[in-house]
Every structure is written in C-alpha cells, then in structure tokens.
C-alpha cells in the first residue's frame, strides 16, 4: 500500500511539473487558440528538460526510463508526430470548453499510434504532450467565456471521427 501511494504521489507531482510547464506557456498561445510552431517546440523542449523520463507511465504500470543516457535529450517522437499530439490536445480543449466527451476522441488517438508501431514510450509522450497542449489551450480559452452553439456542434462532429494520422489543427475564431 505504501508503494502504490509513493507512486500516486509520484504521478501528482509530475502531473503538478507539467501544468506548470503548460502555464508557462500560456503567454505563448496565440489569439486564435492554436499553438504556434515555436510554442510546439518549447513544450517539446519542456517536457524532455522537466520530467518526461522517470515521471510518465507506460501502459504497463511501469515508469517510462531512456534505454540510453544520451535519449533524455532527444523526442522519442519526429516532430510530424509530435504535432499530431499537439493538434489532438487543441481540439480536445476546445472539447472540454464545450463541455463534449473528447476521452473517446483520444483513446481512439492513442489505440492508433499503437496500430501504427508506435512503442509503449512514443505513445506515452505523445500522451503527455497531448495534456500539456489541451492544458495551455483551455486555459486561453476559458478566458473568452462561453463556447458558441455553432462550435459546440462542429467540435462534436470532430471528436467523434476517428483521428487520422493528419490531423488538422482546430479553429476556434466562431
């Protein structure tokens, strides 16, 4: 029992580094509510420099570790993958502004990755900076008040296609 509360313990305290790393960079966020390609980078950056490896959990249970030392500096994922993750955590945002059930929308996101021959560590990052961007993202838009009816309707729709391995980056000017 001691062990599964370090771990939960454990789990908070990264969870409580990347929101703050997702604070951070909400100065970043543009107007639109779309991350920019340098904003993208920085939570990239980010999350390798505070955490990622020793903090993430794997499906499995484990924590996910670098099978080398020199893999602590490096995305496990390319940047096309990284984006991708990127855009999921955007529209999920708007999702959760708009009070719709995005979690189908991204289990369906990550049981793709898999089915692409993502490893259990590409898939776990790309989870983190999925929460990192939806994160950042509703925290801008929470501060332009209510979801329209129009965008609630079309971020609906969205959430329930499945993802696909070019996923476009939402709008949220309505």
Not at 25 to 43: E, N, P, Y
Request: hydrophobic residues 40%; positive net charge.
């Amino acid at each position: 029992m001691k062990d599964s509360r370090r771990a939960v313990a454990s789990r908070s305290l990264f969870i409580l580094g990347v929101m703050s790393v997702a604070a951070a960079l909400l100065s970043s966020v543009a107007v639109s509510g779309v991350l920019s390609q340098d904003t993208r980078k920085k939570i990239v950056d980010e999350v390798l420099r505070n955490g990622f490896w020793g903090h993430a959990y794997l499906s499995d249970g484990r924590l996910a570790q670098p099978s080398a030392e020199s893999e602590r500096e490096v995305s496990p994922l390319t940047v096309r993958q990284a984006d991708r993750a990127i855009d999921v955590g955007e529209l999920t945002a708007i999702g959760v502004w708009c009070t719709i059930d995005w979690k189908p929308f991204y289990l369906a996101y990550t049981k793709s990755l898999r089915g692409e021959g993502l490893t259990e560590t590409q898939v776990a990052f790309a989870g983190v900076l999925h929460g990192v961007s939806q994160a950042s993202v509703f925290k801008s838009l929470e501060k332009r008040g209510r979801c329209s009816d129009q965008l609630r309707e079309s971020t609906r729709q969205r959430l329930q296609t499945p993802p696909t391995k070019s996923a476009d980056s939402p709008k949220v000017n309505s």
